[in-house]
C-alpha cells in the first residue's frame, strides 16, 4: 500500500551544511553523529582530570587528624 509521497534524505543541521558542501553528504552525516559524542567524551575526561587535580591537592583524612 502506497501513500504516494516520496522518501527523501533527512535534512543536515546548519551548522554541518558547508561540511555537506566540501566533503560530500557521507561526511557531513558523520560529523553530525560523531562530533557531538566526541565532545562530550573530551569534556568527561577533562572532568575526570580536573577532579583528581584537585583531590591531589586536598590533604588526606589521615593528615588531618
Request: aromatic share 6%; hydrophobic share 50%.
Amino acid at each position: 500500500v502506497g501513500l504516494g509521497g516520496r522518501l527523501e534524505a533527512p535534512r543536515l543541521a546548519l551548522k554541518y551544511a558547508w561540511i555537506d558542501a566540501i566533503l560530500g553528504r557521507g561526511a557531513a552525516q558523520w560529523a553530525q553523529m560523531t562530533l557531538p559524542q566526541l565532545k562530550l567524551a573530551a569534556i568527561r575526561r577533562i572532568d575526570k582530570l580536573m577532579f583528581k587535580l584537585e583531590e591531589a591537592k586536598r590533604p588526606a583524612v589521615s593528615e588531618l587528624t
